[in-house]
């Protein structure tokens, strides 16, 4: 991907910022598209310095500014969308529509450019399952009314605008469906199970876990999940359909208390609160079709990967004033 231009809408949230990082160091000119409503110019520390790297304040849900369709691009990875229930339940409307019109905004943008387009869909496609592991042949079990709808259905959505488009053959199109992601640049705000975990494990704070803890997840680290993505966009075979990225190894929330307050070494007491509503039971990714097509699968094993994090929020909180949040079990 030397001397290609790239769009990342998105680019200065929690995936999106990691990828810009990724994709300089291979040699690429990257443009980050973001409005900045759950991303944050401190994710592009490292990037901002950077000679080919560019920074446009912009929302998807609006008209491509200007500078954005008067570049030329070869590749747009599009991942703006507030990824937790708590941000993107704050604004259901606007949620939707970034799935939606946002989409629809960038594949108008992609086909005037000849420009791949990648869609950062999610394994909320699949509701709460009733099939497991789950498959890409899985069709999902989704509330289509319930409060957790806006981002289900909307990347529901952003999925069949995406095939669509590439049915017609106005471009080429790409579609990840991201399970559960955790690392350096998570938000101790946002609501994700990992990032709550650990920053109240830090702060010595109660952790708060949804239902019994027996519900599961399977945590993928993000560079793991960026390499998936960046092989994903760069396929060159005939269309592959949606493929899952994440990690096929699965534990119970409460597990994962466990092994975050072994490597904190904190001594926070657990408390337990009801199940929020829709919330998944069993979530664990199928991950057959990228090992075939991509020849990819996660490498870091779970206890690095949170080693890594435990150390960047330690680091963050001593560098700034902290305040742990509550509530474990809100997940991508």
């Known amino acids: 991907m030397r001397n290609q231009t790239i769009l990342v809408a998105g680019g200065a949230g929690f995936l999106g910022s990691h990828l810009c990082d990724r994709l300089l160091a291979e040699g690429a000119r990257v443009m980050c598209l973001d409005?900045?409503?759950?991303?944050?110019?401190?994710?592009?520390?490292?990037?901002?310095?950077?000679?080919?790297?560019?920074?446009?304040?912009?929302?998807?849900?609006?008209?491509?500014?200007?500078?954005?369709?008067?570049?030329?691009?070869?590749?747009?990875?599009?991942?703006?969308?507030?990824?937790?229930?708590?941000?993107?339940?704050a604004d259901p409307e606007h949620t939707l529509l970034t799935s939606v019109m946002g989409t629809k905004h960038l594949l108008d943008l992609a086909q005037a450019k000849g420009a791949r387009f990648l869609l950062s869909s999610t394994s909320e496609?699949?509701?709460?399952?009733?099939?497991?592991?789950?498959?890409?042949?899985?069709?999902?079990?989704?509330?289509?009314?319930?409060?957790?709808?806006?981002?289900?259905?909307?990347?529901?959505?952003?999925?069949?605008?995406?095939?669509?488009?590439?049915?017609?053959?106005?471009?080429e199109v790409r579609v990840a469906r991201i399970f559960n992601t955790y690392g350096p640049r998570l938000s101790a705000e946002d609501g994700r199970v990992v990032s709550n975990l650990v920053s109240q494990a830090l702060s010595q704070a109660d952790i708060t876990v949804f239902g019994d803890g027996s519900q599961t997840r399977s945590f993928c680290y993000v560079d793991d999940l960026v390499g998936g993505l960046m092989a994903l966009m760069e396929h060159d075979g005939p269309q592959p359909g949606p493929i899952n990225l994440g990690n096929p190894t699965e534990l119970t929330v409460r597990d994962l208390v466990d092994v975050v307050l072994e490597l904190t070494g904190s001594s926070s007491e657990v408390v337990y609160q009801p199940l929020p509503t829709d919330d998944p039971k069993r979530r664990r990714p199928d991950i057959s079709k990228a090992a075939a097509v991509l020849d990819w699968r996660p490498t870091t094993p779970l206890r690095q990967g949170l080693n890594a994090t435990i150390d960047w929020f330690d680091e963050q909180a001593r560098s700034r004033p902290s305040r742990a949040t509550s509530g474990v079990g809100l997940t991508i």
């Open 35 to 89: 409005n900045l409503l759950t991303g944050s110019m401190d994710n592009l520390e490292r990037a901002l310095g950077h000679p080919r790297f560019e920074f446009v304040r912009a929302d998807v849900v609006n008209s491509m500014p200007g500078v954005v369709t008067r570049r030329r691009f070869d590749r747009i990875y599009n991942l703006a969308c507030a990824a937790s229930p708590p941000l993107y339940q």
């Open 125 to 171: 496609i699949y509701g709460d399952p009733h099939v497991h592991p789950q498959p890409e042949t899985y069709w999902g079990h989704v509330n289509s009314t319930g409060p957790r709808a806006c981002y289900d259905e909307g990347k529901r959505c952003a999925e069949t605008l995406s095939f669509d488009f590439d049915r017609a053959g106005r471009g």
